[in-house]
Structure formats: C-alpha cells, structure tokens
C-alpha cells in the first residue's frame, strides 16, 4: 500500500482517488475551497459531476497543502492548468528532494508558452516530474470502465513505479519517455476537441467531423515534433486516442463549448453553461503563439482564436478552412 495525495478536487481528481483508494492505497484528497471539502465529505455517494460513482470512506479530504504533501509516496497534481503555479509554488516548501509528482491537468500557460510539466518543474525544481494522460473521461474511470492510458517520465523507474500505483484489470497504463509528446498531445487535442463541437453544433455530418478530426492531428503532430515531441505518440494513446474521446464524446467539456458555440451561444455564454473549467479555451491563444513561434501552419487553430476572440461566425471560420488554397496531403510525399 502506498501513499499518495491528489491535489485538486475535481471531477478527474476524484475519479483517480476512487480508484487509487480502490486498490488499497491511503488516498488523500487536497482541496483549497472550503465549500468543496464539506460537499465531498457530506456526500460521498453522491458526488457532483461523476454519477453513479460513491468516494470511499477511508479517502481522507483535507485543507491542509503540508499535511497533503509530506510523507507521502506519490503526490498526483490535478488542479485546473490556469491554478497549477499557484499550487506548486504554495506546496514547495513541504515537498521532498526526489518527490515524485505525477501531474494528469492538460493545457499550456498562456504567456509563458510552458507545458504543465515545465511549469511544476520550475516551481518545485527537487521533484520529479512525470506526466499521465489518453483517452479517460473521469466519469466513466471513476465507474471503473476499462480505460487505457500512458505515463511518461524522465526515468524508466519513476515511469514503471507510477504504472505499477496506477495500474488495475480494467486501467491499463502503458509508459513512455516523451513528455513532450504526451503534455502536447493531451493540450492541444482540446483545441480541436472545441471545433468538433462547433461542427456538431452547426449540424454538419461525419465527413466534416472526420476531416476535421484528421486535420487536427495533422496539425498537433507537426507542432509536437518541431517542439520535440515523438510521432509515435501523437499516433498513440495521448494523440489520436485523446483526440478522438474528447471530440466524440458528451462527457467533453471541450466539444460541449463547441457544440454550444456551433448553435450561436458567445464563448462566455457557453463557459457558464458547462459550469467547468473549458480547457481549450484556455490552450487556444497559447497553441496560436506556439505555432508562430515554431513557425508551424495551424489554420484550424488559428480559426478557433478568430471565432473564441475576434468575433468570427463559426460558419465563416469553416468555409475559410474549405477554401484554402489546393495542396497536397503531406509534402513529404512526393511521386517517383
């Protein structure tokens, strides 16, 4: 049994700490809001945003970040990307020379440019910092649905030992060492996973959704490897597999904005409708300064800023990606 704290209280930190509690291990939960601790602890068998699944007695929730944070085996980051500085900088003084941190938020901070990872390694540089993401809606990880996923870390060690935490019959973790790859993967997906909403939401078919889908992975792929990252995981759990849960699925914060968008709602309408955190809004400006900076074409990227901040009809955003200019699929492909 080991001893592992989640920080973050949200749907996918409680979904983990069912599960990790779930195996035998002594689960902590941290949370900053008064108000959320005393709804987790006063209906645990009826938790907000995850139906049908019950937080076992013997997790503990706290308000206490050094309590959470010393003396434990694993600390699990999954507070939302736009609160991840202030928590790692807040929790640095309790954290250990060596600590392993295993962080399951996604996104990119705007400004910096910096990944998830990045950001928790400059705030509490004696850590050591992994990475878990794929295709795992909390609602149905926290129902125990078999759900498949990877972890990336810099260490073949600290990879197998979070597999080995992690792992059960029905979740199925896989290890890499492209961090990168897996950070990029898991953000950006969410910027496309909000134009495949706005598809939906203007009633358009498979086909476009199909394209759409394609495209977008055309797109991560060629930023994730000029940034680094490895194209066999855009083509893995954390790409393509991410990609399509969360373009397809109505458990997606991201295609639920989109799909609000889609119908004619504004993006502040459809932040307060989901009620959540909408990741790719959040990642969308960051993607766009990304593919500048790299140099790297990103049309559908650019079109999701112009419609999000600039005021552009979704409709107008898609006929202008249908009527670029004629190119080839890939330009590396070339004929004998």
Known sequence: MSKISILGAG????????????????????????????ALNENRKSLKNLPGAQMPDDVMITLDLEDACKDKDLLVMAVASPYIRATSREARPYIREGQI????SKGIEDGTLMTLSEIISEEIPQADIAVLSGPSHAEEVSRGVPTTVVV????SETAHYIQDIFMTDVFRVYTSPDITGIELGGSLKNVIALAA?????????????????TRGMAEISRLGM???????????????????VT?????????????????????????????????????????????????????????INLVLFEGKTAI?????LLNRDRRKEYKSLEWD
């Not at 941190?101 to 399951?104: A, D, F, L, P, S």
């Not at 107008?316 to 202008?320: I, R, W």
Request: net charge neutral; charged share 20%; proline share 1%.
């Open 11 to 38: 749907t996918w930190g409680c979904a983990l700490a069912i599960l990790l509690a779930g195996k035998g291990h002594a689960v902590t939960i941290w949370t900053k809001l008064e108000a959320e601790a005393k």
């Open 101 to 104: 941190i295993v962080n399951v």
């Open 152 to 155: 990336g870390a810099k260490s």
């Open 197 to 213: 909403g706005i598809v939906d939401g203007l009633k358009f078919g498979d086909n476009t959704k199909a394209a759409l889908m």
């Open 226 to 244: 000029a940034m680094g990252g490895r194209i066999e995981t855009f083509a893995g759990l954390s790409g393509f597999g991410d990609l399509f």
């Open 247 to 303: 373009c397809t699925s109505r458990h997606s914060r991201n295609w639920t904005a989109g799909h609000l968008i889609g119908q004619g709602k504004s993006m502040e309408e459809a932040i307060r409708e989901v009620g959540q955190v909408v990741e790719g809004i959040n990642t969308a400006k960051a993607a766009l300064a990304l593919a500048r900076k790299y140099n790297v074409e990103m049309p559908i990227v650019e079109q």
């Open 316 to 320: 107008d955003a898609l006929n202008d």
